[in-house]
């Protein structure tokens, strides 16, 4: 017979099991607690070193796309929120002095941080010659592979500093609010769309071939995910045609191994790829996505009325 008090008591038993309890508890409300979370927003983390208790928007720019930063500002930045900051990645000398000058600021309207082609954040330091917002032609400067190269760094630099990152490609379009799509799906690490072409995205076999797309991308600052991110950007090098390919590798990976990184599918009728847009009822993200040339992406947009340049 057990006496009174000792471990195996009924009740040292339940006061373990309470202890247990409480202490899970207060796990969870350590982890939650590092993410802001409303019942129509996603969770992020306010532990954002450079921008506390923000949201990271990540924009990345070629002088060559000037017309599209500025189209997406017209267009999407309205369904921007007061949790979120602008980061516009300048990928030349060029488009860094662009997106520096306080023309551009105005025109835009709304404020914004600068990030160099080094990861460099700059806040105010430079005072660059002022030039036409509009003022650079298609050849000039125009890397995509380096750019697409980088893309996986820029977010690791900001995941780095506890920051969650939504990246945008920029000649895509927001027709309506992102959050609300991501909020849906309930807290995870990684939110990507597909772009198989399925409606409802399903896992393929280990020796298939996965097309998750980063071309949007809701990232939190989870040790799982920036190990992953290290892989992906160590496997991606800047001759590369595109940064998607070792991110489905790396992805798939994680996947069927040790599956480390908790990933959400964005739906595909909201997320489509550029040629299933026409299909799809209301899509919140419109992309020119499949267009090499420029002209050819304005003249997609302006088809949907979501080209704002005269």
């Not at 489905?248 to 599918?265: P, R």
Request: charged letters at 20%; glycine letters at 6%.
């Amino acid at each position: 017979m057990a006496q009174a008090g000792s471990a195996s008591s009924p009740s040292n038993r339940g006061l373990r099991k309470y202890m247990v309890a409480g202490v899970f508890a207060l796990v969870l409300w350590q982890v939650v607690g590092a993410l802001r979370i409303g019942s129509d927003r996603p969770a992020f983390a306010t532990g954002c070193a450079p921008f506390p208790n923000k949201r990271v928007v990540l924009l990345s720019l070629s002088a060559s796309y000037a017309d599209f930063l500025r189209n997406w500002f017209a267009t999407s930045s309205k369904y921007l929120t007061d949790d979120d900051v602008v980061v516009i990645v300048a990928e030349d000398d060029e488009a860094l002095r662009l997106v520096t000058d306080a023309t551009t600021a105005q025109q835009i309207g709304r404020a914004y941080t600068v990030m160099d082609s080094t990861g460099r954040l700059l806040h105010n330091e430079t005072e660059p010659k002022k030039v036409s917002f509009l003022s650079w032609s298609e050849e000039e400067d125009f890397r995509y592979r380096a750019v697409t190269g980088a893309k996986p760094s820029r977010m690791l630099s900001l995941l780095e500093q506890g920051c969650t990152v939504y990246w945008s490609d920029i000649d895509a379009v927001w027709t309506n609010s992102v959050w609300d799509d991501v909020a849906s799906l309930g807290v995870h690490d990684l939110y990507v769309p597909d772009d198989s072409g399925d409606e409802s995205w399903t896992v393929v076999e280990e020796d298939g071939n996965w097309n998750l797309c980063t071309c949007q991308m809701y990232i939190q600052p989870t040790d799982a995910v920036k190990t992953m991110f290290r892989l992906w950007v160590s496997l991606t090098t800047p001759d590369a045609d595109s940064d998607q390919v070792t991110f489905n590798e790396v992805m798939k990976k994680d996947h069927f191994g040790s599956k480390t990184v908790d990933l959400a599918v964005l739906p595909f009728g909201k997320f489509p790829p550029g040629p299933a847009t026409e299909a799809q009822h209301n899509p919140t993200v419109v992309h020119a996505n499949w267009l090499s040339e420029l002209e050819d992406k304005t003249e997609f947009l302006r088809k949907f009325n979501l080209w704002s340049l005269s």
